[in-house]
């Protein structure tokens, strides 16, 4: 059996609301309440629920980009990285492509300039992409090709576990599907564990081994993707199946 890769324990976040006025008293929203699941090595466990009910914010947390007020998030192995929604706004428009991927190399150190070069150019072809690209700016390429760059450069550094939030939502169909394979495929190639954060129901049963439903901070419903999908036990689950047309309204 797999070990685990992470353990969210017990998380709790909450943040203070703007003011509306400088009399007012700043209002204190619980964002997470209470918190917990595992992953294990290699699995795909997908995270649903819709705008506001704490997924990015549980992402970061797990980066270690905010803290919890309360809990305990355990990583097994080295610090995860992310591939965001918005595959132009996570590149720096001033820098090559080439730039971009040997960037975290040369934070972690220890390479030299040709082995910097040497490990871009081998994800490039890694991630469906042509060496010519390292020399291109991300405002040269397609919507589809930065989104692979993205890939990439969170995968330069060998990671067990990758954090993927909302990471197709923005690209057409076709090219959602072509980044969905290749997500699977690296998955199979680099033994990735993959959180994979997504509103779409459907993408998700495609990618998932297992599936979390968040409402309001809260985790409301989890298991295998076939049980959970097919038969959902809390209304929520239920809803959102029916709008996704995965399953029939009752009322119908």
Known sequence: MANDILRVQDVHISFAEERKSFLEKRKIREVLKGVSFTMREGEVLGLVGESGCGKST?????????????????????????????????????KKIGWILEEPLRIK???????????ALAMLK??????????????????????RVCIGAALMLSPKLLIADEAVSALDVTIQAQILELLLSLKEEMGLA????SHDMRVVYQMSDRV?????????ERGDVDSVYFNPQHPYTRTLLEAAGIIEDEER
């Open 58 to 94: 549980l992402a970061k947390a797990i980066l270690g980009l905010s803290h919890p007020d309360k809990g305990n998030i355990e990583h097994f192995s080295e610090h995860p990285q992310m591939v965001f929604q918005d595959p132009y706004g996570s590149l720096n428009p001033a």
């Open 109 to 119: 150190g220890g390479f030299t300039p040709q082995e910097r070069r040497e490990k």
């Open 212 to 220: 979390i439903i968040m409402k309001d901070g809260e985790i409301v």
């Open 126 to 147: 890694k991630v469906g992409l042509e060496e010519t690209i390292a020399d291109r700016y991300p405002n040269q390429l397609s919507g589809g090709q930065r989104q």
């Open 194 to 197: 993959i959180l994979f954060i």
